[in-house]
């Protein structure tokens, strides 16, 4: 039985994206380890759900697997390019402080975030301190030390309790690192960049014919953002020029999603930081502003057909709203996002709650738990899908208003 | 009523966020099942029209659910922020 009678296996293309996928795959697939929260001591759900919905300077696969991340940070005295692997200590913990030989700066990371600390009066980051706020800052013969281990010194005076809060003093810095958000946009663009370049190429080269291979998953997906989304909202002409925006947004925001969505996978929340959907809304609102012509401006300050008493009121709301809605896209989406994510986290951390209990209870809260959990995970399917058809269908809309010609006037009331 | 105080008292440790996010959750459900329910009814009335009406249907929904998640990130904020 010849295996290379299929024909992925015949052409380079198809061999590569077998390739691709396979790799993908087998990065991504681990044993699941039950990893985070833990502080040593009681398991909070809370700063688990929190810490795994934020953004980080490593992504963490399972266990002990970290994959650090770099770090470009600038101050006054420079800009830092380094490997966050700098901050971790023998335990996988991020607790060591980073002296930059270049600046001078001495960095820590604090709650995902680098600070600059002066580096006589460290704070000792490790959690499993208790810090008493009475005692005195780390002694100055500590100074020239760059690792903030946990001091037995520090714990003598003040007994052994669960984690306090300490007194954090840092300057933040300007910070471009090379986060996990960032890292899961810039590989959701190459893909959704390289399949679509490539199948153009394809539309190019097979001009006539029917549409083959990933030209068939893709086609449909784009008529359907061309002829239910851009065409109804913005007319035939317009729409070509907003086509290339409106595909892009929907296809980037639809991957990105569904990236937050893959177990296993580092736990990426690409959607869920207000960052990256604050600009996606910004470019929203950027091509409205550029494209709005004489009559959307004009119906914004001088709504026609509106009694004068009410333009008083409705004048400054429309005003607000010309910010307020781009605003509102941003916030849909990264809710929508993020509520799923913490839902999914929820009921996980349903199962360790109960679990530290006892164990019988843990397991049984663990079969619901998971049952819930699966089947939230086919809404968030859903959702990922309809967010960035919402997205996509709002700012089609957007854009129809802002470039809508003169003759719409009839239409009204 | 003494039940109410207590609750009242616990929900008060965390800046009443939970009842934030009770009233929201009873908004969006109020909202998105009246937009089921009319959705259902027209649907009843004329089946060939059911596949354009669900797609607004699930429009309209997530649109709605957008304002009721203003209300969770207000909520999240008051607690973590």
Known sequence: MKITSNPIYRKASGRFFTLLTSAFLMLFSANLFASGGEEGGKFNAGEMIVHHISDAHSIHFFGHATLPLPCIVKTDKGIDVFMSSVFMDEHHEFSKSYTSTSTGNTYVLHHEKIYVVDGAHGTNMSHDAHIDPATPPVQPEHADSTIMEVGGELNAAAPVAEHKEEEFHGTPVLDFSITKSVLGMLMMLTLVVVLFVRMAKAYEKRKGQAPKGMQNLLEPLVLFIKDEVAIPALGKKRAQKFLPFLLTSFFFIWACNILGLLPFAGGFNITGTLSITLVLAGLVFIITSINGNAHYWGHIVWPPGVPMAIKFILVPIEILSVFIKPAVLMIRLTANINAGHIIILAFTSLIFIFGEKSTGAGFGVGVFSTAFMIFMYFIELLVAFLQAYVFTLLAALYFGDATQEHHHEEAHH | ?81
């Open chain 2, 1 to 81: 009523m003494e039940l109410l105080t207590v609750l009242l008292e616990a929900a008060a440790a965390a800046g009443y966020a939970g009842i934030g996010a009770g009233l929201a959750a009873i908004g969006a459900g109020i909202g998105v099942g009246l937009i089921g329910s009319h959705a259902l009814d027209a649907m009843a009335r004329q089946p060939e029209s059911a596949g354009d009406l669900r797609a607004n249907m699930i429009v309209a929904a997530a649109l709605v659910e957008g304002v009721a998640l203003f209300a969770v990130i207000v909520c999240l904020l008051v607690v973590f922020g």
